[in-house]
């Protein structure tokens, strides 16, 4: 029971205090992306959480590996990306092969897979010195931190393009980089972090 609670509250602190796509602009730019063409929300979102949990854990089960717990930080980049590669391709070989996934999919896979939010979760658990079940909360925190973001940002697109009353110079792009902007703080404040250090 204490192992379903750790990943428990490990990922909701990661989803709603520490949500790393506003805190700290992790996948920013896939979750703008994402929200811009929704249809491929559901796809993109599932293959985060998928990478996300599946490079957590097993970055945490090689950080019990005496030699890469006593490496460098650069070393311990080098076995995080080398394993996120490796989780990529096997997972697009059986897609390929076994589910006869088309190209498009498969590139959706590849878009997820090197996303800086996924990158980043392995640092963030050796950082924390998070265990295997804090490991797994953040990579579902990280990936539903995700789906948060985009589901707000979407919003927030539809409703800064019906508004008329935004100035021309600041319609489009702009309305919505100051709307992610003020979403970024209000997450700041919920960590409890400092803007200025």
């Known amino acids: 029971?204490?192992?379903?609670?750790?990943?428990?509250?490990?990922?909701?602190?990661?989803?709603?205090?520490?949500?790393?796509?506003f805190s700290g602009g992790y996948g920013s730019s896939e979750a703008v992306r994402t929200a811009a063409k929704p249809r491929r929300f559901f796809?993109?979102?599932?293959?985060?959480?998928?990478?996300?949990v599946s490079v957590s854990l097993l970055c945490r089960l090689a950080d019990n590996i005496p030699a890469i717990s006593a490496a460098g930080n650069a070393a311990h980049l080098a076995v995080s990306g080398g394993i996120l590669v490796l989780v990529y391709l096997l997972?697009?070989?059986?897609m390929h092969i076994v589910l006869k996934a088309e190209t498009?999919?498969?590139?959706?896979?590849?878009?997820?897979?090197?996303?800086?939010?996924?990158?980043?979760?392995?640092?963030?658990?050796r950082r924390a010195a998070n265990s295997a079940a804090q490991s797994?909360?953040?990579?579902?925190?990280?990936?539903?931190?995700?789906?948060?973001?985009?589901?707000?940002?979407g919003r927030g697109m539809q409703t800064l393009s019906a508004n008329k009353n935004i100035p021309s110079a600041f319609q489009g792009t702009p309305a919505v980089f100051l709307y992610i902007a003020l979403l970024s703080l209000a997450f700041t404040g919920f960590s409890g972090s400092s803007l200025f250090v």
Request: net charge positive; aromatic share 16%; charged share 5%.
């Open 1 to 21: 029971m204490k192992l379903f609670f750790d990943i428990l509250t490990t990922a909701l602190y990661t989803v709603f205090i520490q949500n790393l796509v």
């Open 43 to 52: 796809l993109y979102a599932g293959f985060i959480v998928y990478f996300s």
């Open 91 to 94: 997972t697009s070989v059986f």
């Open 104 to 125: 498009k999919f498969l590139n959706a896979l590849g878009i997820a897979a090197l996303n800086t939010l996924v990158l980043a979760i392995p640092l963030i658990n």
């Open 136 to 153: 797994v909360g953040t990579g579902l925190g990280a990936g539903f931190a995700f789906i948060v973001a985009v589901a707000l940002i």
